[in-house]
């Protein structure tokens, strides 16, 4: 069906008169225009670039360096936010029709769709990813029969390099739900973390919005940058919906120091260091991946995804099963976090993560440090006197379950035993496989102590 941009609109977004300001028009003079203030900042001292004024609405210093760096046609192709969660939750707002329309996402994947639809009263529809031995790809033949019998579904959210899978989608995949017979919405194809994806893998689709006037690619100063403290993210796009974005849009979105230091990372030196740290970057995962493939001790099973972004997600594993075991993962995240100072994002709810622990990849030091802690806690052995104080607070539920003179404990009494322990943090990973595995190591039995 083709796409008229107009049938997807909000009408009263179609309809509105954006906020215009005098400095549209004019930006220089003698500016007595926007109720500044002429005597400047109130800042000490130095350099204050500036900063009395409101900054350019369109940004078109910024624009004009992101087009030439990412190979395309002009600015009008470009749209500047808060963030790519700015523009997210534009797009929701451009598109969707609070309480009756609708956006896919496609599980698992960035939680700010969902959480931008939610805000907005949109309902979300899923489409899990093929998650199958970590694939983690869109499954388009499921997605177009569910746009195809959901009019209201206006917008589709796909991840590429998706997070968490870190795993870049095939071009084949994207383009089969691009060229969906009866879609007539928007598909928004999210490339945070594109500049880490090898070149042997299926890169990004920026290029694609010639083609295509219903695509949006998103991108961001956040990642391979470095820059998550300016907040700029940046939307690729037609030009007609490029001008819907800056109609909604706050007058001055985007600020001076923004702007001012987009600038100098986008400039052919801050492009050749934000290179220098991608090469760091990438060599570290390669690194990372190794070392965990080859882990000394045992708990990490595998490496899951395809390892596209700057991270990866490792599952971990209950050695004696084998098979994942999230509530071990959760333990390692939590003990790594709170007593070895690491702080890792523990994924193991979302589906196909089971017991996966997402890692970014960080300076040479800092892996080391992951790498080193990590052995740690997993080749932690409980101590007799750790046993010994978490079994003397459950005496009483052993006896209840009529253990006595046994060393093992049903299912039932020992999710009762694990949750009577007041400081479960302090029960170590081994201990704990051991626990599941319904056995309890002889010296640590109330009954045998
Ligand atoms: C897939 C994905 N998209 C977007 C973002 C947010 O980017 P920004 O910092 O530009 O808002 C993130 C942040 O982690 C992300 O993982």
């Known amino acids: 069906m083709p796409f008229v941009l107009e049938n997807v609109v909000r009408p009263n977004i179609l309809a509105l008169k954006p906020y215009r300001c005098a400095r549209n028009d004019y930006s220089e003079g003698i500016l007595l225009d926007a109720n500044e203030n002429a005597y400047g900042p ?68 960035y939680a700010m769709y969902s959480v931008s639809a939610q805000i907005n009263d949109v309902e979300v529809v899923k489409v899990n990813l093929d998650v199958e031995d970590g694939k983690f790809q869109i499954k388009p033949g499921e997605i177009n029969a569910r746009l195809a019998s959901d009019p209201n579904i206006k917008l589709v959210f796909l991840c590429s390099p998706g997070n968490p899978t870190g795993t870049v989608l095939s071009h084949a995949s994207i383009r089969a739900v ?26 990004s689709v920026a290029t694609w919005v010639e083609q295509y006037p219903n695509l949006v690619v998103m991108q ?3 990642k391979s940058f470095g820059l998550a403290g300016i907040r700029l993210g940046i939307a690729i796009s037609h030009p007609s919906i490029i001008q819907l974005m800056n109609n909604i849009k706050a007058p001055y979105n985007i600020s001076t120091p923004t702007s001012q230091i987009a600038l100098r990372a986008l400039s052919p030196l801050g492009h050749a260091t934000m290179r220098a740290h991608l090469a760091s970057i990438l060599s570290e995962r390669a690194r990372l991946i190794a070392a965990l493939k080859s882990f000394p001790v045992s708990g990490v099973w595998r490496i899951i995804g395809g390892n596209d972004a700057n991270f990866v997600l490792i599952q971990i594993v209950d050695v004696s099963m084998g098979r994942p075991d999230n509530a071990k993962a959760e333990r390692v995240y939590k003990r790594l976090a709170e007593s070895e100072g690491v702080v890792m994002r523990f994924r193991g709810d979302e589906i196909g993560c089971e017991a996966c622990l997402r890692v970014t990849v960080g300076r040479e030091e800092d892996n080391n440090l992951l790498l080193e802690r990590l052995e740690k806690v997993l080749s932690e052995k409980c101590d007799r006197e750790v046993g010994a104080r978490i079994f003397s607070h459950v005496p009483c539920q052993c006896h209840a379950k009529g253990v006595e003179g046994s060393s093992r404990l049903s299912d039932p009494s020992l999710v009762a035993l694990l949750s009577a322990v007041p400081y479960l943090d302090l029960l170590c990973v081994e201990m704990v496989s051991l626990l599941k595995n319904r056995f309890v190591p002889q010296p640590y039995c109330p009954q045998n102590r």
């Open 178 to 203: 691009l060229e969906s017979p009866s879609y007539t919405g928007i598909v928004v194809i999210d490339e945070a973390y594109i500049d880490f994806v090898s070149e042997d893998r299926d890169g």
């Open 42 to 109: 109130s800042l000490p001292s130095g350099d204050s670039a500036n900063l009395n004024r409101y900054p350019d609405p369109a940004q078109h210093l910024v624009k004009t360096a992101v087009v030439a760096l990412r190979g395309l046609r002009g600015v009008e192709n470009l749209f500047l936010g808060v963030g790519s969660d700015e523009v997210i939750d534009l797009l929701i707002r451009i598109f969707c029709v609070p309480a009756r329309d609708k956006v896919l996402i496609t599980p698992p994947t």
């Open 220 to 222: 961001t100063l956040s």
